[in-house]
């Protein structure tokens, strides 16, 4: 069964995320339902819903074009997804209660862009890519201090230092 490399991030990221490059092509984890419908399971949406795959690449594509090239076009396929719901919110017992109202399918979507929102809204340059050249995922930087650079530093940042480390030697400098 396909796994994908990154995990445990916000929403958002988590969407965008389930396209990456492994062995020089890129890979689509929702290539099929199955992996949809796991996807789905994984992230609260464990009631299948119907018909999610569509307003799922409708969403992901959109955030990935407004986390990689930012502009009104963009803007207007975020906006076009967060069309689809709305939420309303009721006072219950003295305390308000939200519940989110969306078209048949759009739920899981809806609520990726909405976080998104959320996100840029509170922390907007924490969300980066992964600096190492040949990887399209994104993170949540959540170090102290906001440096962290790639999205594993296992895979990628190793990567990167080996690629660096290799240059040197073959150049004639010392490795330090």
């Not at 949406?45 to 959109?62: H, K, Y």
């Amino acid at each position: 069964m396909l796994e994908r490399p990154h995990r445990g991030e916000p929403l958002p990221l988590e969407l965008v995320n389930t396209r990456w490059v492994s062995g020089g092509k890129l890979v689509d984890f929702f290539e099929d339902d199955l992996h949809v419908g796991r996807w789905l399971a994984e992230h609260g949406f464990a009631d299948r819903v119907p018909d999610a795959r569509v307003p799922l690449l409708e969403a992901r594509d959109a955030l990935r074009d407004a986390l990689d090239r930012p502009g009104d076009a963009t803007e207007a396929r975020l906006n076009a997804v967060l069309a689809h719901g709305s939420v309303r919110t009721e006072i219950h017992g003295g305390r308000p209660e939200r519940t989110v109202d969306a078209d048949a399918g759009w739920l899981p979507a809806w609520t990726a862009v909405s976080r998104y929102a959320e996100l840029i809204e509170t922390q907007p340059d924490r969300v980066r890519q992964c600096a190492h050249p040949e990887c399209v995922l994104y993170f949540h930087d959540t170090s102290r201090n906001g440096t962290r650079r790639w999205h594993s530093m296992e895979t990628c940042g190793a990567r990167s230092k080996s690629q660096r480390h290799y240059r040197r030697a073959q150049s004639g400098q010392s490795a330090s």
